[in-house]
């Protein structure tokens, strides 16, 4: 059996089934060739880390240079950007992309983790005669746009140096601060089901199962977002508590997850690839192709190029010419002037510099074509 035919195995492996190590641990081939610097688009499935997926890339790409621009969770699926190579120094301009999400929300039921990978801690229940069509709109309008939400408790944000997920596995209480959010879009994308939930002795009267309700969700939001903490908060609204059972995400910025590749396939490729007479490596996404997806796009003279090679910066009027990105989601929004960032580029097309505007300057941030 090849290595992509054992992660194909693994991935149609359910959660709980005997393959856990097997399921930490990718078994993925080394890559003959380093990868061209670049991104890296690829499907994560249920069960990895994020950082279990890095150190499967690592063998792929045959370089310890790979990192991510942000996380999903182990029980979440779908789209994962890394960066391999000189592509690691962009990630910390697209961790801020907008991301886009196919959720399932369970009504009726909480947990410890606001997902299904928690322990149920009340079972108030739900019915679908309960939730009229305007009742469950209207929650779901009231948590569309700007809004202010408190993450999950169980999330990596750090409490004093110290991680809110270990202070709860810890035992500690914790509070965190609710923070700007915004959800572009919050939708039905199918009828709502019944399920059952086990009520496990969180009922008042400690019996039976109790009736469910069973939601998809789309959710277009913000970088900083918690889906989770959505399906808390709409479960609160409703009075019946809820949480996450199934996670996917489907676009961060303007990559979507059509174009994804799944561990199994970059495997299958990279064995392909080994016994080639010239390897070339994992296939990833070039800088030029992020850079002119995710930004806008400044066409440089030889002289302007030349002196942001050197590091040195241009006069801000420069960035009047910049061009819109190649596609119809950019990376995220641009905010004030000075977070603005705007690819420069060469004549001929090579990628020269990431600048942002800085008084009456514009300054490169990431110089990637240096002299």
């Known amino acids: 059996m090849t290595a992509s035919e054992r992660l194909d195995l693994v991935h149609r492996t359910g959660p709980d089934s005997g393959h856990e190590r097997a399921r930490r641990r990718p078994d993925v081939p080394r890559g003959a060739v380093t990868a061209v610097d670049g991104v890296l688009v690829v499907d994560k499935p249920q069960g990895l880390t994020s950082h279990d997926v890095v150190g499967a890339t690592r063998r792929l790409a045959a370089t310890r240079k790979v990192g991510h621009a942000g996380t ?9 950007l890394l960066g391999i190579g000189r592509a690691t120094r962009f990630l910390t301009y697209l961790v801020g992309a907008d991301k886009t999400y196919e959720a399932t929300v369970r009504l009726g039921a909480e947990t ?7 322990e149920i801690t009340a079972t108030r229940g739900c019915r679908i005669e309960d939730l009229p069509e305007d009742r469950l709109q ?6 569309t746009g700007p809004i202010q939400q408190v993450p999950s408790a169980v999330s990596a944000i750090k409490v004093d140096g110290v991680r809110a997920y270990q202070r709860i596995r810890d035992g500690q209480d914790v509070e965190l601060r609710a923070r700007p959010v915004t959800i572009h879009e919050l939708r039905l994308t199918g009828e709502p ?23 998809d969700i789309l959710v277009s939001c913000s970088s900083g977002t918690y889906v989770r903490a959505l399906a ?12 996450l059972t199934a996670l996917r995400r489907t676009a961060v910025g303007p990559f979507d997850i059509d174009e994804a590749h799944t561990l199994a396939d970059l495997s299958a490729q990279v064995e392909a690839d080994a016994s080639a007479p010239e390897p070339h490596g994992v296939t990833t996404v070039a800088l030029e192709e992020v850079a002119r997806r995710c930004f806008e796009r ?3 003279s030889q002289d302007e190029a030349r002196a942001l090679r050197y590091g040195q910066p241009l006069d801000a009027a420069v ?4 061009e819109a990105p190649e596609t119809r989601r950019p990376q995220a929004s641009p905010g004030t002037a000075e977070q603005r960032v705007v690819a420069g580029f060469a004549p001929g097309g090579r990628l020269v510099a990431l600048l942002r505007h800085q008084g009456p300057r514009a300054r490169p941030v990431l110089v990637l074509d240096p002299a």
């Not at 410890?112 to 928690?118: I, S, Y």
């Not at 709409?234 to 949480?243: P, S």
């Open 193 to 215: 089901r019944k399920a059952i939930v086990d009520g496990d002795g969180a009922r008042s009267d400690g019996s039976g199962t109790v009736e469910a309700v069973d939601i």
């Open 72 to 80: 999903l969770d182990p029980m979440a699926t779908g789209l994962l």
């Open 138 to 143: 209207e929650a779901l309008t009231a948590l």
């Open 298 to 300: 400044l066409a440089l």
């Open 232 to 243: 808390r908060d709409l479960g609160r609204a409703l009075g019946c508590g809820a949480h």
């Open 319 to 322: 960035l009047k010419r910049a």
């Open 112 to 118: 410890t983790t606001e997902d299904a990978d928690g």
